[in-house]
């Protein structure tokens, strides 16, 4: 079952890289030939091209990691990186600012990117996959880091990036690590993977708003679609399930996911349903927002009745 299902990604994940280097290809040469009014720029299209290729790369480096992981030599690199990431953060920091040549910084950039993926194997692959505490702990500093960003504390920018970009990479492994885990349970399955597909893309969209990069609003109003329909479909259709005679272990992934979920739906309900506490959190100067309908004011004639 492992061999069919890695394949199965190995080959999905290559079918998404031709898609998108087709969309790419394409949005680039219909900026080229000036056909195509847009904000983009062809910068945008690479760039938008580079993220979406590190999916299918982490679902590949994932999804081999897992169907080798009795292999000893790949969990001690998964172990000592982790240890040593500090060590290397710090370093691919210094070489951003130093660096000059774009195609060095592109290499340190890559180095770091595979460097942090293997990092995140350590908690994400090989640890116990029912304990909470690394996402316990990746949702404290998610939520200190708007805090911090909320205030305009120095290097709150940088931090809150890092912390949105581990947790992103770290949930959307782990949703693939869930689809080795489910066995014969195909509903956790559906339900692991996408609610941890749909987390990834929310946190997503969180980060480009933050840092204004192109894209932000097509991935946020993505997941603001995504998240409450999978919200009422999981709700109406775990009754069904079987979830009493569900293993122990599924049942505490499950719990372990509901945490960023509680997290990133109640940011959603702030956003839509009380927008004044949602302003409050990501506003530091609150007292000139208007609230109402923004109805211009209007002037009522005072008229005569009798004619006069």
Wanted: net charge positive.
């Amino acid at each position: 079952m492992e061999k069919a299902l890695h394949k199965r990604i190995k080959l999905v994940s290559v079918l998404v890289m031709i898609l998108f280097s087709l969309v790419a290809i394409t949005g680039i040469i219909m900026l080229k030939s000036g056909r195509f009014e847009s904000d983009f720029v062809i910068e945008d299209v690479i760039i938008a091209w580079v993220v979406c290729m590190v999916f299918p790369l982490i679902s590949i480096i994932t999804s081999y990691s897992i169907y080798n992981k009795e292999k000893i030599y790949i969990r001690k690199a998964a172990k000592y990186v982790f240890f040593i990431y500090p060590i290397l953060l710090i370093a691919s920091f210094i070489g951003f600012g130093s660096l000059t040549n774009i195609i060095l910084i592109v290499i340190v950039a890559t180095m770091f990117l595979l460097f942090t993926i293997i990092a995140l194997l350590h908690i994400n692959i090989f640890a116990n996959a029912s304990s909470l505490g690394s996402t316990i702990v990746f949702v404290v500093l998610i939520i200190i880091s708007i805090f911090l960003k909320r205030f305009h504390i120095i290097f709150s920018g940088p931090f809150i990036v890092m912390i949105l970009a581990l947790f992103i990479i770290g949930s959307f492994m782990f949703g693939i690590r869930c689809l080795y885990l489910g066995e014969r349970n195909n509903y956790f399955k559906n339900v692991s993977f996408l609610g941890s597909f749909i987390i990834t893309l929310f946190l997503m969209g969180l980060m480009w708003k933050l840092q204004h990069w192109p894209g932000g609003d097509l991935i946020m109003y993505t997941s603001n679609i995504l998240l409450p329909l999978a919200t009422i479909i999981f709700l109406l259709t775990l009754p069904s399930s079987g979830f009493v005679e569900w293993k122990r272990l599924h049942k505490k992934i499950l719990i372990r996911l509901l945490i960023p979920w509680t997290l990133i739906f109640l940011l959603f309900i702030l956003r839509y349903l009380l927008p004044e506490v949602h302003n409050m959190i990501w506003t530091r100067d609150v007292s000139a927002k208007n609230y109402g309908f923004d109805m211009p004011d209007y002037i009522i004639e005072l008229k005569d009745n009798h004619g006069e």
